[in-house]
Nanobody
Framework: QVQLVESGGGSVQAGDSLRLSCVVSGGTFSRYAMGWFRQAPGKEREFVQAISRNGDRIYYADSVKGRFTISRDYAKNTVYLQMNSLKPEDTAVYYC??????????????????WGQGTQVTVSS
């Protein structure tokens, strides 16, 4: 059974940085495209960033362009989300997800097979 465990969330001030981590176990890490999604209170879950299976392609939402960076470490079975210049509107629960089949539709949550439990990020002004 594939399991994803996120960490690194917290409460910060606007303009600060955080790095989220997601450790994948129980599966072959290189078989999965990895994505980060977020869900703010009262809103639908939205795509943040994703990285292809071999790490050669990165996809991102316009709202985080130039501020967030996704990366993956195959030796540690871990995917990261470096978040810089955080804004109050970035406040949400952030979820890590793994997809065995996503391609052009990598930004769609229904393409992901496995999800983490989420980690809270709160940005105050």
């Amino acid at each position: 059974q594939v399991q994803l465990v996120e960490s690194g969330g917290g409460s910060v001030q606007a303009g600060d940085s955080l790095r989220l981590s997601c450790v994948v176990s129980g599966g072959t890490f290189s078989r999965y495209a990895m994505g980060w999604f977020r869900q703010a209170p009262g809103k639908e879950r939205e795509f943040v960033q994703a990285i292809s299976r071999n790490g050669d392609r990165i996809y991102y939402a316009d709202s985080v362009k130039g501020r967030f960076t996704i990366s993956r470490d195959y030796a540690k079975n871990t995917v990261y989300l470096q978040m810089n210049s955080l804004k109050p509107e970035d406040t949400a629960v952030y979820y890590c997800a793994a997809s065995a089949t996503a391609g052009w539709d990598i930004d769609r949550s229904n393409r992901y097979n496995y999800w983490g439990q989420g980690t809270q990020v709160t940005v105050s002004s």
